[in-house]
């Protein structure tokens, strides 16, 4: 059950972390990796 | 319905096959992650399997990069695949963060935060030495 919980988690986390990383990088600072950043401070 | 002017249709044709193999990547790495953190439980002490998920990831990713650079022309979706998904999934910025502050001593904390970003760089570093990138 638990497993089934992390496969449904990170089917929707994984492309939330992608497009907020695109999102960012997109608008912003092309040679700092703002994005990943982005992603990681807000998880 | 869209038409090929849309520009939601220039959207989804664009990211969809993109967000669909990082989803899938991404259900992957993290039940990996979940089966090490079964096998790893660490009670209050050193965050062991967070430290080795972190420090193995970092160094696949690195050698990932390092072959794909390597090909000549790469499937566009196998980096988003392996890279955002599959190791995204399986590495943690979050519970790293977490279990730094959660630590009962300042000085496992304090060893955890620097072995974890030593470890993951020399992981990169190591991996790109053994592809031929300095």
């Avoid at chain 2, 953190?37 to 080795?52: D, E, M, R, V």
């Avoid at chain 2, 990069?65 to 390597?70: K, P, Q, S």
């Avoid at chain 2, 300042?106 to 790109?128: E, H, K």
């Amino acid at each position: 059950m638990s497993a089934l919980l992390v496969v449904l988690g990170a089917a929707l986390g994984a492309p939330a972390r992608y497009v907020v990383d695109k999102a960012v990088t997109a608008r912003l600072t092309p040679g700092f990796p703002l994005g990943t950043l982005a992603v990681n401070l807000t998880g | 319905m869209g038409t090929v002017d849309d520009p939601d249709v220039g959207l989804v044709a664009e990211h969809g096959p993109g967000v669909v193999v990082i989803a899938a990547g991404g259900a992957l790495g993290s039940l990996a992650r979940y089966g090490v953190n079964l096998a790893l439980p660490h009670a209050g002490g050193f965050p062991l399997a967070t430290f080795l998920e972190n420090v193995v990831g970092c160094f696949v990713l690195g050698a990932l990069l390092v072959v794909l650079t390597g090909l000549r022309r790469p499937h566009r979706l196998v980096r988003p695949f392996l890279g955002t998904g599959v190791l995204g999934g399986f590495t943690t910025f979050s519970t790293y963060a977490v279990d730094a502050v959660t630590r009962d001593s300042p000085l496992v904390a304090a060893g955890y935060v620097a072995g974890t970003l030593a470890a993951s760089w020399g992981g990169v570093v190591l991996a790109r030495r053994l592809g031929g990138v300095r």
